[in-house]
């Protein structure tokens, strides 16, 4: 084998730097480069089909396979609700329903339509 190591929240290779990193290398790289240019248009595509988007947090770009509808960013560690695309709590964190997504909050209804519970 090539004997590198694939990022599986972003599906490349960047040893030696974080996804933020990385993906800020990326928009600096595709002035220049078409494979840069190409991974940059993938992401950019995944995130207008709702399969990406970029954390409320930091901006990285995270993804969301299947599964819990809560997710932690691997970077900043914000916790954050799919459905929405923004943070689970308010600003005071966990437990916070002062801001957030509020998902049962009010009389145990849920923060979208598309919600699965489970957050």
Same mark, same amino acid.
């Given at each position: 084998?090539? @004997?590198h190591w694939i990022c $599986?929240?972003?599906?490349?290779v960047h040893e030696g730097q974080n996804c933020l990193?990385?993906?800020?290398? +990326?928009k600096l790289r595709a002035m220049n480069d078409a494979?840069?240019?190409?991974d940059q248009e993938h992401l950019e595509?995944?995130? @207008?089909?709702?399969?990406? $988007?970029y954390c409320p947090g930091?901006?990285?770009?995270?993804?969301?396979?299947?599964g819990?509808?809560? +997710?932690?960013?691997?970077?900043?560690k914000m916790e954050i609700c799919w459905p929405t695309r923004g943070p689970r709590w308010g600003p005071g964190g966990r437990g916070d329903t002062s801001g957030g997504c509020r998902c049962r909050a009010d009389k145990g209804k849920l923060c979208t339509k598309d919600c699965q519970n489970c957050h």
């Open positions: 084998g090539c @004997k $599986m929240t972003c599906v490349a990193e990385y993906q800020e290398d +990326l494979t840069a240019r190409k595509e995944m995130i @207008k089909r709702r399969e990406a $988007m930091c901006r990285v770009i995270i993804q969301k396979l299947s819990c509808d809560w +997710l932690q960013c691997t970077q900043c």
